[in-house]
C-alpha cells in the first residue's frame, strides 16, 4: 500500500486526535505560552520517491534569526489570510524557503494539527515529489536544505525521547539524531505524528 493510500486510509481516523508538545509533557497544557486562540500554521512534508527510495526534504534554519535559530525544521510558518487554506500557505512558504515550485508537488493529506507549547496549531501537510527537485536556499531563512531517509524517520527505534530543564521545569521531547543533524523538539514530534498515523 502507498504512503498516500495509508494516509487516505487512516488520517480520518486521527482527525480528531490531541497531538503536540504537551503529549509528553501533559502537566504543561497543549498551549502552554498561548494567550488567547492559538495561532495557525502550517508546514509542508516534502518526500521524494526515486530509485534510491524515498527521502523527506528538511532544512536547518539560519543561526541569525530571532527565533529557532539554527534548528532543523520542515519548510513552513504562518497562515496568512490570504493563503485561505493549510496547503496553500505550506506550499508559499515552501517556494519562499527553498524554491520549491508548487507544481512539482503532488498533496497526498493533512495529519492532525499539531499544538505547540508557544502557542500555535501547526498543520503539516504531506506532499509527494515524483523527482528530486533543484532548490534555492532563502539566505534569510534557511541555512542548508538536506534529505533524511524516510526509511531512517518511520523507524521507531530512531525516535529518541530526550529533555532539557525548560523555564525550571524538565520538558521531554522526541529527537532523531541522524548523521550530524539533531532533529528535535516540534519537527521530531510531527515525524512522529506521521509515523504513528500512517505505520504504526
Request: aromatic letters at 8%; zero cysteines; a negative charge.
Given at each position: ?17 490531541d497531538?503536540?508538545?504537551?503529549v ?7 498551549y ?5 486562540a ?31 535559530a ?41 495529519l ?64 532523531m ?24
Amino acid at each position: 500500500m502507498s504512503l498516500r493510500e495509508r494516509l487516505a486510509e487512516r488520517a480520518p481516523l486521527f482527525g480528531g486526535r490531541d497531538t503536540g508538545d504537551h503529549v509528553l509533557n501533559p502537566d504543561m497544557g497543549p498551549y502552554a505560552k498561548a494567550k488567547g486562540a492559538p495561532k495557525d500554521a502550517a508546514v509542508l512534508i516534502p518526500i521524494i520517491r526515486d530509485m534510491d527510495g524515498a527521502a523527506v526534504l528538511l532544512t536547518q534554519r539560519t543561526a541569525h534569526l530571532s527565533a529557532h535559530a539554527g534548528q532543523i525544521a520542515f519548510p513552513g510558518g504562518k497562515i496568512d489570510p490570504e493563503d485561505g487554506t493549510p496547503e496553500r500557505a505550506a506550499l508559499r512558504e515552501a517556494e519562499e524557503e527553498i524554491g520549491l515550485a508548487s507544481n512539482e508537488v503532488q498533496l497526498i493529506g493533512n495529519l492532525a494539527p499539531y499544538l505547540t507549547g508557544s502557542g500555535y496549531k501547526i498543520i503539516p501537510v504531506v506532499a509527494e515529489l515524483e523527482t528530486r527537485p533543484r532548490l534555492k536556499a532563502n539566505p534569510n531563512e534557511v541555512a542548508d536544505i538536506f534529505e533524511v531517509p524516510l526509511s531512517f524517520l518511520m523507524n521507531p527505534a530512531n525516535h529518541e525521547t530526550h529533555s532539557r530543564v525548560w523555564q525550571g521545569y524538565r520538558r521531554y521531547f522526541y529527537a532523531m539524531p541522524y548523521q550530524e543533524r539533531y532533529i528535535w523538539g516540534v519537527t521530531a514530534g510531527i515525524i512522529r505524528s506521521l509515523y504513528d498515523t500512517v505505520y504504526a
